[in-house]
């Protein structure tokens, strides 16, 4: 009896020390991005011996970005896999990355100005009360619409998907002189459907696994952006976890982020692939149009100057551009 005791004491002593990391995602199942993390949490709980277990919500089963956010806030989850908007809500100069025109020419110069940028947007996000995993590099981002466009001024008054909130597409609508319609990101496939809006924007990863393809019949190709993510948790949550603990999922965390962002280049090619395959039309602007994108970032930039973007990011990114 008294044996029994002492392993039930021991039991419910081990079963104290196990903490769960509620996390939440937009990134349906089955993609490569919900893979790594289902492996990077299987990992941790190894490695933790079962005393660290995150637990994520895929598909939006939590709400849109936004809902995760309040969510996290107020403590009902400790973090999610966030985008840019949303990073951009909570430290907005990590959205400088994803200036229109800023870094569309070049995925390796998006990915290294994120890593040379690294230090100043966790503290800034450290600040707002968050610990970030790592950075995830998304991909470019395309526009794709019900209605065939084959030049800007063909863009000129199509309805336009914008995430509520999101002052860099807002700036970026203003200056294409498009029709700006702000959307929660799960009403985009039904307001496509509708004619609500005519056109919407993603990582073509994105736009296969969000389900879009099935509603769009161009794409304009030349990307527009480059599209970041973070893996964010509560300082809260965070600092339950012992030092050396924390060491170690970060350790984790970081190779299969780091994956994830080898993954993101190769599947964004193939669903580019998949979207030609499926028969949707391919629109090569003119030359001319597309030379006028270094104005429409400086438009943009002009916008955001002061209210979303700091004049310290704003010349770092000049630099690195």
Request: glycine share 6%.
């Amino acid at each position: 009896m008294k044996s029994l005791v002492i392993i039930c004491l021991i039991l419910l002593s081990t079963h104290s020390l196990a903490m769960k990391v509620k996390l939440a995602t937009i990134v349906p199942k089955g993609t490569s991005w919900a893979k790594t993390l289902s492996e990077m949490s299987k990992e941790i709980k190894q490695a933790t011996d079962g005393k660290i277990k995150f637990q994520i919500y895929y598909g939006g089963v939590q709400g849109d970005e936004p809902d995760v956010l309040r969510k996290t806030r107020v403590g009902q989850l400790h973090g999610g896999i966030f985008t840019g908007k949303t990073l951009g809500d909570i430290f907005s100069d990590i959205r400088s990355i994803e200036v229109p025109f800023n870094f569309y020419h070049s995925e390796e110069k998006a990915l290294k100005s994120i890593h040379t940028n690294e230090k100043y947007f966790n503290t800034g996000l450290a600040k707002k009360g968050f610990i970030n995993l790592g950075f995830y590099g998304i991909g470019k981002v395309y526009l794709v619409s019900t209605k065939k466009v084959t030049n800007l001024e063909q863009l000129k008054g199509i309805k336009m998907w914008a995430w509520e909130g999101d002052e860099v597409v807002r700036a970026m609508i203003d200056s294409l002189k498009l029709v700006s319609v702000p959307l929660a990101l799960p009403d985009v496939m039904s307001s496509l459907s509708t004619g609500m809006i005519e056109a919407s924007y993603a990582p073509p990863l994105g736009i296969l696994a969000l389900q879009w393809h099935s509603k769009i019949k161009y794409l304009v190709d030349f990307p527009t952006a480059y599209s970041i993510g973070a893996l964010l948790i509560s300082q809260k949550r965070w600092k339950k976890i012992s030092p050396k603990v924390q060491k170690l999922v970060r350790s984790i965390a970081k190779k299969h982020i780091d994956r994830a962002n080898k993954l993101a280049i190769i599947d964004n090619k193939k669903s580019l692939e998949v979207l030609k395959a499926q028969g949707d039309e391919f629109a090569i602007f003119p030359k001319s149009d597309m030379l006028q994108a270094e104005k429409i970032r400086l438009k943009v930039i002009s916008k955001l100057a002061g209210k979303v973007l700091s004049q310290q990011i704003i010349n770092t990114l000049e630099k690195q551009r």
